[in-house]
Structure formats: structure tokens, C-alpha cells
């Protein structure tokens, strides 16, 4: 019998599906794609002012806990920390690049966009690192796919947009990156570049089958990052960001919370074994919690209500 594997139906998602479809297939199995819309591919507003997490992940879950498909395949940023029982991630396969890249129109980087130039974007985490960089940038909301914005950006809606470069390096437009942003200016969302394979925890054999796809570094440097958002209780939609990985057999993680407006940052870092990621997580968290971090996700959850 076929593994029902659930994905979402854009471009991006539909790729990262047939990636693991085909990873699947090379082990033997049988694999048939399902589509599912999910509340995040009809929304007309941005995802911000809907609120709630799991915009783009729960109808998937919803389809394998009554056993509609075996697996989903997530894009870890999406996936909210929240454990929902009967369901786990069995599966975190090797990270692509979690860089965040401008995509600009006439400017080559950030630091020569003029004066209250127009840049676009539909995260807040990303919105309050660039304030923190350039305060002078007019920093405006964009939904769509990929596709979507960067027709906006080349119908001169806006001067530059900021994206994942996993996203445009997957779909192959690497050639419309103009900077790839350093992350002492943008850290990360938590699990960008990362897929996770979800599936019934009690699906032995499919998990069975899912296992070699597993990558241990990529998986406990997802673990820390998870962990460090859990702990800070901030949501997968606020100006967080968190960039984990394994050197020379450590694991190290550094995190970052900002205020909307970009004026106030705090950050940390530590480092420990890659078995220790769930504590190493939440040490941080802690660290960034006792510099202020609470009070800075208070301010960005009233600015959303």
C-alpha cells in the first residue's frame, strides 16, 4: 500500500514534497501526494492580524490524526512548538540555508536601499531586525507565495523584499538574491530551512520508513531552536529569531528578541552537547528572558490585538 504523503499545494511546499516523496521512492516505498489547503494558503489578510498559530500546518494534522494520510511534510517555521497528541515529528532531514536574503530592484545590499525606502515583508521577526539595522526603512506587510512577491516587487510596489533563501535556492530564482543578509543583522526564524516529516506516533512502520531521511545534527539543532521559542511561550508569528547548529560534535545556539519597532533588542548564546538540545534551548531562553524578553513579546501580542 502507497504512503499517503500531505503537503500543502504551492510551488514551494509542492517541491519540498516530492523531495521527500522521492527520497521515500529510492528506499522502495510507494508514495502518493495528497493536496490539503490549510487556513494560511486562503487568507486574504496577513497572517498577523488573523492570529492563532498553526495557520499552515493544522489541517494537515488534522488529516493524519483521522488517518486520511500517513506523513506531512512541514516547513519546521510553520510548525507550532505545542505538542498535539498522537502526532510527532519523525523525521528532520538536512537543513537547507537558513540565511535570509534581500531582493531588491536598483540597490546591491541593505546598507545602499536610499532613504525611507520601501521594503516588504510578511514577517515580524524580520521587520524588527531591519528596523534595528535601519530605522529609517518603511517596512510594510506582503503576503503571496514567492512568485507573488517578487511580481510585486518587479511591478514597483516596493523598493526591495526580504525572503528565505532556501525558498528561492528550492524553486531555482538563486539568481534574483541581491545580498545574502549576515545573521549578526537577521537571525532566523525558528526552523527556517528545515522540513519536518510528521507523523502518528504510534505508525511504527511508517516511521520505520521515514528514519533514514533523519539527520541528527540538523535535528538537535531544531530541538534547541524549538525549545528556546516554547520556553519564551512567544509564538511562532513574533519578532524571534534563533540559529542552532553542530560544530566539531557541539551544539550551539544563539537567539534574539526584538520589540516591533525595532528600538529594543536582547540576545544570547550558549553551547553544550547536541544529546542536551531541549536544555541548551531553554537556557537561552531563560537568558533572554532575564534581560527583558517577556516584556518585549507582551508589547508585540498588544500591538497585534
Known amino acids: 500500500m502507497a504512503l499517503r504523503l500531505g503537503t500543502r499545494g504551492s510551488a514551494l511546499a509542492l517541491w519540498q514534497a516530492e523531495w521527500v516523496a522521492a527520497r521515500l521512492r529510492e528506499q522502495g516505498s510507494d508514495v502518493e501526494l495528497i493536496r490539503i489547503q490549510t487556513t494560511g494558503d486562503v487568507a486574504s489578510q496577513p497572517l498577523q492580524t488573523i492570529g492563532g498559530q498553526g495557520l499552515f500546518t493544522k489541517e494537515l494534522q488534522r488529516a493524519l490524526l483521522d488517518d ?47 532613504d525611507q525606502a520601501r521594503l516588504g515583508t510578511g514577517s515580524r521577526r524580520r521587520k524588527s531586525q531591519l528596523l534595528y539595522a535601519r530605522p ?99 509564538g511562532c508569528l513574533a519578532p524571534v529569531g534563533a540559529w542552532g547548529r553542530v560544530l566539531d560534535g557541539q551544539l550551539y545556539l544563539d537567539g534574539v528578541v526584538l520589540s516591533s519597532s525595532g528600538k529594543h533588542r536582547v540576545a544570547a548564546s550558549a553551547s553544550g552537547s547536541p544529546a542536551d538540545a531541549v536544555q541548551l534551548g531553554q537556557q537561552v531562553a531563560d537568558s533572554l528572558l532575564a534581560q527583558g524578553a517577556a516584556t518585549l513579546i507582551a508589547e508585540e501580542r498588544g500591538n497585534a490585538s
Do not use: F
Not at 517555521?77 to 515529528?89: F, Q
Not at 540565511?99 to 546598507?111: G, N, Q
Not at 537577521?186 to 511508517?206: K, V
Open 68 to 114: 486520511r494520510i500517513d506523513l506531512a511534510v512541514h516547513s519546521l517555521k510553520d510548525l507550532p512548538t505545542d505538542p498535539v497528541e498522537g502526532l510527532s515529528v519523525a523525521a528532520v532531514p538536512p537543513r537547507e540555508s537558513n540565511h535570509d536574503v534581500l531582493v531588491a530592484r536598483e540597490a546591491t545590499s541593505l546598507e545602499t536601499l536610499p
Open 136 to 234: 529609517d526603512l518603511q517596512v510594510s506587510d506582503i503576503r503571496g507565495n514567492l512568485d507573488t512577491r517578487l511580481r510585486k516587487l518587479d511591478e514597483g510596489q516596493y523598493d526591495a523584499i526580504v525572503l528565505a533563501e532556501a525558498g528561492l535556492k528550492r524553486l531555482g530564482w538563486e539568481l534574483r538574491i541581491t545580498q545574502i543578509l549576515p545573521r549578526e543583522v537577521m537571525l532566523p526564524a525558528i526552523g527556517q530551512g528545515a522540513l519536518g516529516i510528521e507523523s502518528r506516533s504510534d505508525d511504527s512502520a511508517t516511521r520505520s520508513q521515514l528514519a533514514p531521511l533523519d539527520d541528527a545534527d540538523t535535528h538537535a539543532s531544531i530541538l534547541a531552536e524549538r525549545a528556546m521559542l516554547a520556553q519564551l511561550r512567544a
